[in-house]
């Protein structure tokens, strides 16, 4: 059975990614627990090393864990794109380069769907998919992940999210994640959906 994280916990999101953090905090609210970042604590970002996004999720947060002595929740997440074999996957973040820019990333979609004729109506399909791990300072730690399906449109569209928010609409939808407002996001996005089953697992209401 995974460990609970009761209401008043100090929790680390193990997360350098302002986007991320603001997104995790928000789902986080209504639990009552006091949080704090890694940027806050000065912990160090670890190698992403992982085969899987669970596999470095779970690094990221066990490595917090360990060196803040706290419970941490790390985050793991990236676009895969059908035609593209799953690229960008979980090298979603080092398409955007040493500068973290996801304008010269979605570029780079663009352009690796272009030389394989894939930007045909209504799109080229490709789904957004998160992992969270919990883990403790003893090493104990549970993943949870969430997937969303859609397609890809080009330009990008919206100034909302982050990452490649602006150039994915998921399905059923008609607005990018980046046109959306958090609210709308945070109901279908696959962070949610991971988190869904992290509440389930680990947190009661406040």
Known sequence: M????PTNTRLVVASHNAGKVAEIVELVAPFGLKIATAAELGLPEPAETGASFVANAELK????ARVS???ALADDSGLEVVALGGAPGIYSARWAGADKDFGVAMRRVHAELGRCGAWRPPGPFAN????LCLAWPDGEAAAFEG????HLVWPPRGGK???YDPMFVPEGET???GEMEPEAKHAISHRARAFERFV???????
Request: glycine share 12%; hydrophobic share 50%.
């Open 200 to 206: 389930r697992a680990c947190l009661d209401p406040a």
């Open 61 to 64: 947060a066990v490595a917090a």
């Open 128 to 131: 957004f998919t998160a992992a």
């Open 147 to 150: 997937k969303v399906d859609g």
């Open 161 to 163: 999210g982050f990452g």
């Open 2 to 5: 995974t460990r609970r994280l």
């Open 175 to 177: 607005l990018t994640f």
């Open 69 to 71: 002595g706290l419970p």
